[in-house]
C-alpha cells in the first residue's frame, strides 16, 4: 500500500456535506492510505478537518485548509499553504462541484454563473497554478472529476451541471496532450449515479426524481442501472 509513498496529494473538495463517504472524502483517505500526503481543501473546515482526523487516525499525515476555490486570489493562498506544508505537489483531485436542477429555460443567469465557477472555473484556477509547479518537479498527475451527466441526459433536467462538466472532459483532453510532453498527466473520472451526501442534501435532485423523496430517488436512481445499484 505504497503506491505513492512520498507523494503530495491536494484534494480539492475533501470533506463531506454530511455522513457517509463523498468522492473527495474517499479519494482523501484512499490516497493517504497508498502512502500519500494529503493537501485536504475544502470550503467547509470541519468537513476537511474530519477527513483529515480519520487519515490521522490511521496513520497518515495530513493538512486541512479552507478556501473557496471559485475564487482566484484563493486558489493561489491554497497552492502556496501546500508548497509551503510539504514542498511540492505531485497529485491534484479537482473534485469541488454542485448541481443544480433546471433546463436552459428555467434557469437564472446568476445561477447559471455559480454553476460553472464552482464546477469549472474552479478546476481552471486549480490547473493553472498547480501545472507550472509539476513541470517544475518533473512531473505530476491531474484528476479532474466530472460526471455521467456530462455525456448524456440522466432523466432529470440539470442543464448547468452537465455542461460544466462537458467543459471539463474538453479541458481535460486538451490539457493531457499539451502538458504530456512535460510529464503531467491530465484525466478525467465520469462517475455516475453514486450515492453520496451532496446528492442526498440535493433539493432539487430529491425533487426531479421523486418530489422531494430521499428515499424514493436512491430507488429510482438504482433502477437507472442495468445493476440495479
Known amino acids: 500500500m505504497d503506491r505513492l509513498k512520498g507523494k503530495v496529494a491536494m484534494v480539492v473538495g475533501a470533506g463531506s456535506i454530511g455522513p457517509g463517504w463523498g468522492n473527495g472524502k474517499a479519494t482523501a483517505v484512499t490516497f493517504a492510505r497508498h502512502g500519500a ?5 475544502d470550503r ?3 468537513a476537511a478537518q474530519e477527513t483529515v482526523g480519520i487519515i490521522e487516525r490511521e496513520g497518515g499525515r495530513a493538512t486541512a485548509f479552507t478556501a473557496d476555490v471559485a475564487r482566484g486570489e484563493e486558489i493561489v493562498t491554497m497552492v502556496r499553504a501546500c508548497l509551503a506544508t510539504y514542498g ?7 473534485n469541488v462541484g454542485i448541481a443544480e436542477t433546471g433546463s436552459v429555460v428555467d434557469f437564472e ?5 455559480r454553476v460553472f465557477a464552482v464546477n469549472l472555473k474552479s478546476a481552471y484556477l486549480a490547473m493553472k497554478h498547480v501545472v507550472p509547479v509539476m513541470i517544475s518537479q518533473g512531473g505530476g498527475s491531474i484528476i479532474n472529476i466530472s460526471s455521467v451527466a456530462s455525456i448524456r441526459h440522466i432523466g432529470i433536467s440539470y442543464v448547468s451541471y452537465g455542461a460544466s462538466k462537458a467543459a471539463m472532459n474538453q479541458m481535460t483532453r486538451t490539457s493531457a496532450v499539451e502538458f504530456a510532453p512535460q510529464h503531467v498527466r491530465v484525466n478525467a473520472i465520469l462517475p455516475g449515479l453514486m450515492k453520496t ?14 418530489n422531494g423523496d430521499v428515499e424514493e430517488m436512491w430507488k429510482k436512481r438504482d433502477a437507472q442501472v442495468p445493476m440495479g445499484h
Open 44 to 46: 467547509n473546515r470541519d
Open 88 to 94: 511540492r505537489i505531485d497529485v491534484l483531485d479537482n
Open 37 to 41: 500526503q494529503v493537501f485536504c481543501v
Open 109 to 113: 443567469e446568476a445561477e447559471w454563473d
Open 197 to 210: 451526501p451532496m446528492v442526498e442534501h440535493s433539493a432539487g435532485l430529491a425533487a426531479g426524481y421523486a
